[in-house]
């Protein structure tokens, strides 16, 4: 049913330093330490729809995602070492009015030692992208909308060939690859007691790892709040329903769980400007964290969860931060941190 991909369990360690500054007992589930190229929570998915992929003899994986998407750079990385060719649609930096409130994204080339612009999009999970030699193509925000109908298109190309094409998801959101932390819940129930936590925190992005911890969980028949951090411009309404919809498919798989509405906890207030884009504040905090604990957060995901988090959750409780990791987002946006 799955491929063993992860350098799993991964740890967890207590944040002493932080915990005493913010006064509440930190501790963080280190997921940005499954592997290398493919670090992060997304393989956790992976090991279930790559195997899904392998079982039907499949010879391509489509998949979609930004473009500094660590869920397709993940997906390439694992495609290619399983001996799939990946197919990544990546979406188009959208276009900013001038009297939008969102700052524009400026996409540029570096040119020998010229300093970064706003967004370099050559590097960090672009540039994996490419080494691995993925093949790239990129959509328009509207396609991306249609994505589906988008794959259904190209799917047509490659079965006139006589291949055949699997695909999988943004972020690798289904009830399949949410089955990848169900896992991730019971790998926690074996390093620690969760009655003694008061929540986990997470990021809500696409809504699979959320799906996958809360149902793991309550199967498991443990109460723990999961709480997520919305890091994108779509309402927290909408992933609930996502969320519900994840849960109830995987009884397909084993895991037959009611979930309530009322359980499902997620937080639109820290997805800053637009998706990808941090604040001052989520930046802040990337420093901050690494000077204090030497944990490196990502500003597209871990670091808009931690500021949430932070500011949520009250003081003296104990709380599980999941670190998804995003490492190599980091250095598309390394002038926000370095040239200023």
Known sequence: MKLTLAKIPTPIEYLSRLSREYNKEIYVKRDDMTELVSSGNKIRKLEFLLADALRKRCDIVFTCGGIQSNHARAT??????????????????QAMDKNSQVPKVEVKTLKGNEPMGAYNQDN??????????????????????????VYEEHKKDYERKGLKVYTIPEGGSNSLGAMGYVYAAAEIISQVDLDEFDAIYCAV????????????????????????????K??????VEKIEQIVKGMKDFGIDVRIEKKEIEIIDDFSG??????????????????????IILDPVYTAKTFRGMIETSKKGQKILFIHTGGLFGLFAQADKFIWK
């Open 76 to 93: 390439a990385h694992l495609s290619i070492k399983l001996g799939l060719k990946p197919v990544l649609f990546l979406r188009q930096p």
């Open 234 to 239: 779509t309402s927290s309404q909408r992933f």
């Open 273 to 294: 400007p637009a998706y990808a884009i941090p604040t001052e504040s989520d930046l802040d905090y990337i420093k901050h964290v690494a000077s204090n604990e030497g």
């Open 205 to 232: 992005g696409s809504g699979g790892t959320y799906a996958g911890l809360i149902a793991g969980l309550r199967y498991m028949g443990y109460k723990t709040k999961v709480i997520g951090i919305n890091v994108t």
């Open 124 to 149: 960090g999970n672009l540039l994996i992208d490419k080494l691995l030699g993925a093949e790239l193509i990129t959509v328009t925000v509207d396609q991306y909308e249609n994505i589906d109908q």
